[in-house]
């Protein structure tokens, strides 16, 4: 399968809250910290455990650079 999301980052699964509806999965992308909100149904879908090694895919039109 092709995609057009250019940013596919290797991750570990830290911390998994869920609620009726949605789901926020905290991740470990090589030392830093990244936050996914998903339905709660995606997560059951998908089989998401805390510990388990995940791709994350990132396409956004805006990505905010601090310095």
Known sequence: ME???RNN???RVKNIKTNDVSAEVLL???GQEMC???TADSV???GL???DQ????VKASSV???K
């Open 64 to 66: 905010m650079i601090g």
């Open 36 to 38: 996914s909100t998903l």
């Open 28 to 30: 470990d992308v090589g």
């Open 9 to 11: 980052l290797k991750a």
């Open 44 to 46: 059951k879908r998908l």
């Open 49 to 51: 455990s805390v510990g």
């Open 3 to 5: 995609l057009s999301a």
């Open 54 to 57: 995940v791709n994350v895919l």
